[in-house]
């Protein structure tokens, strides 16, 4: 029997719990320093196809969602999202706690687009309302749905136009990228956002996600 409840019913992949056996008594640097760290955000920047990414190695997907979000906006900055959207729905509010309101929108497949969040720049244009900044999204959505490579440059054009940041939540990245229909790599992924996460506690890791940034201005003091 196989339960679909979640992705993490399990402890993790054999082979990891292996290597942590193997390399337990192994004195390394700390604080995301140690060689097993570093290797990893070389090969992630391998695959994304740029020495100049930065890779930060996070403890849990709620945790990078709060780190990143909270230093991407000002105070009077607010995010756009999905209402089915996973910092809208299952992180306890998490985000508006650093004081930074969500901006939900109503979606029937998850998905956000260009037209959805028109409105809402329409809307927020007087300067006692909070300022859109940041547009949220998850792929896949909490509704399992995918975006396409198509659907995400569409999002990304839009909100180089209205000086918007675009961040993807990649708790579940690895599902979507095995969809052919997606057209997808983890390449487009970086080149198409201004950060996104690689998630590993819901793909097979012991714990653990890799938020890689993209965007220069977001990458000064991040550490």
Known sequence: MFSFKNDYSEGAHPKILDALVKNNLNQEEGYGLDRHSQNAANRIKELVGSENADVHLLSSGTQTNLIAISAMLRPHEACITASTGHIAVHEAGAIEATGHKLL????????????????????????HMVKPRLVYISNPTELGTVYTRMEIDELRQYCLSKNLLLYLDGARLGSALVVKEANLTLKDVYELTDLFFIGGTKTGALLGEALVVNNADLKEDFR
């Open 104 to 127: 939900a929108i109503n979606t029937n497949d998850g998905k956000l687009t260009p037209e959805l969040i028109e409105p809402v720049m329409v809307e927020h244009h007087f300067e």
